[in-house]
């Protein structure tokens, strides 16, 4: 496809490297040609790069295959993945996987993103509901100031919480911040 066609949000792949475009303008400059001033993002280490295309340069388009995959068992640094369509298992490293084992329970669903039967991005849930196996007990009047605690939950993870939260509570935890959201109600 030519330069003139991408989009955001669009894979791309140069030099054998995929890349997904965050962002792109167009420029005129003074006595050449017009050229899109692009920003990359690498799918290999989540590097940012700038790169200038000429508007009839040709790029080569990498079309991904979202799957569904559901989180089954960490032995290690490996992490046990299966297909919910054919039950095909994959096994990711730490590197590939990232975060997900701090968030992730067996049987929680997720996306991957595969290119050529390799996974390239996984996208865990946005939100997942963890239950406090340890957490100091609410201090008496603490209520007048906004203080956190530590709280650790069931899959290791740490995160501050509000003083009321006691331990076996249900919380819900946003996995782009890590932060706390909310209780989670039965």
Request: include cysteine.
């Amino acid at each position: 496809m030519k330069a003139a066609e991408m989009r955001k949000g669009q894979c791309i792949k140069i030099d054998e490297k995929l890349y997904i475009i965050v962002d792109y303008q167009h420029v005129k400059l003074g006595k050449g040609g017009a050229v899109y001033q692009t920003k990359l993002k690498s799918l290999a280490d989540g590097s940012i790069q700038n790169i200038r295309l000429r508007s009839e340069e040709t790029i080569e388009e990498a079309y991904l295959d979202k799957r569904t995959f559901e989180y089954l068992y960490s032995a290690g640094s490996d992490h046990i993945l299966m297909d919910t369509v054919s039950y095909d298992q994959i096994t990711l490293d730490d590197d590939a996987f990232g975060d997900g084992p701090k968030y992730l329970k067996p049987n929680t669903q997720l996306q991957v993103s595969m290119y050529e039967n390799k996974p390239v991005v996984i996208e865990l849930p946005n939100t997942v509901d963890l239950e406090v196996t340890d957490t100091p007990p609410e201090i008496k009047g603490a209520t007048a100031t906004n203080q956190n605690k530590p709280a650790t939950l069931e899959t290791g993870l740490i995160v501050q919480v509000p003083p009321f939260v006691k331990v076996g509570e249900m919380i819900r935890i946003d996995t782009r911040t890590g932060l706390y959201v909310t209780r989670v109600k039965d």
